[in-house]
């Protein structure tokens, strides 16, 4: 056993399937893996074995013991920029067009599978594919990643994240200038009912998505703004910046364009024949990420530098796009 923990259920949640209210309350876990704990006997309902098709009642209490699923993933050495790492997590950069961990279109090369053969042991608390996964950055978006080593420090942090006392903060280049110098985004996201790859609006079934932004920098069509994502929602930054108007640049599911090239700054013409894009990928990076360390119990925060293609862009834009 890794740990327990015990919840009631809310007079809200009533209704629910078993192995679904526990997903959506202990979210840094999959579905299947509370199902596999349900199956073995893990997870008691007021002190009974129940099935994950259990529809939970309001004043429910549900015992869950977190136990080790072992991995069969394979590691591969590939190269990884390591902030820091101790016995019982690790915090690396992540670069851009690179998967966390596995899935049906990315079996191989993924951070998951660099990590295995570079830690050798990794939390093995969720789904067999996400070993050590607490949090996920988009194949594209760069910066800190936090990832457990130690089953352990995994419940502590995974915690911590449920409990928003994790500080996440994101640099962007979006579309436009905000109005605003700064403000709160708060709207319900759920599923695009059309484009399932997509988050939308959602009024009755979204769930709640919070963000405070803030501008940096402001220039001629477009601005550099930090973010704070107070709720971990799929693509949260992404479809929340769209919704308000200022898109991140290059995002190919929620923006305006695909590629940036000098040619639009410099002659507003379209790109020169051969030109290399300025970037070809959403101009996002979570750039400092705070919390409790799990073993000392000593605030740690950890910053990753901007990359090489958002300050290439943002060289640009102070060049050619700077406000008077």
């Known amino acids: 056993m890794n740990g327990e923990r015990v919840e009631i259920v809310a007079a809200k949640s009533m209704g629910k399937r078993l192995d679904a209210y526990l997903a959506d309350r202990f979210r840094q876990y999959s579905r299947a893996y509370f199902q596999k704990l349900l199956r073995e006997g893990h997870i008691l309902v007021d002190d009974r074995p129940a ?98 080593k130690d089953d352990v420090a995994h419940i502590a942090l995974a915690k911590q994240f449920h409990d928003r006392k994790v ?95 000098l040619s639009e700054l410099t002659k507003g013409t379209a790109p020169d024949p051969g030109e290399a894009p300025l970037m070809d990928r959403q101009a996002l990076h979570a750039y400092r990420l705070g919390f409790t360390h799990p073993a000392t119990g000593e605030w740690t925060e950890f910053q990753a530098p901007i990359p090489d293609d958002m300050e290439r862009l943002l060289d640009a834009l102070r060049t050619y796009r700077s406000n008077p």
Not at 122 to 139: C, F, N, V, W, Y
Not at 201 to 217: D, I, M, N, Q
């Open 51 to 148: 099935k994950p098709s259990h529809k939970v009642e309001k004043g429910e209490r549900i015992t869950v013991q977190f136990v080790t699923l072992p991995s069969k993933l394979a590691g591969e050495e590939m190269p990884l920029d390591i902030l820091y790492e101790d016995d019982y997590l690790i915090v690396i950069n992540k670069p851009v067009d690179t998967v966390v961990h596995p899935t049906a279109a990315h079996q191989r090369g993924t951070i998951i599978n660099a990590l295995i053969y570079h830690c050798q042991k990794l939390s093995a608390i969720g789904s067999p594919t996400r070993p050590g996964i607490i949090h996920r950055l988009d194949k594209d978006t760069t910066g800190v990643l936090l990832v457990a």
């Open 167 to 261: 500080e996440k903060h994101y640099l962007a280049i979006v579309e436009g200038e905000p109005e605003m110098d700064s403000d709160e985004v708060s709207i319900p996201l759920g599923r695009h009912p059309r484009f399932k790859e997509r988050m939308s609006v959602r009024p009755e079934e979204g769930k709640e998505s919070v963000s405070v932004y803030r501008v940096l920098e402001r220039f001629r069509g477009f601005s550099l703004v930090e973010v704070q994502p107070k709720t971990g929602r799929t693509h949260q930054i992404r479809a929340q910046m769209a919704w308000i108007g200022h898109p991140v640049v290059c995002d190919r599911l929620y923006g305006r364009r695909r590629t940036f090239f």
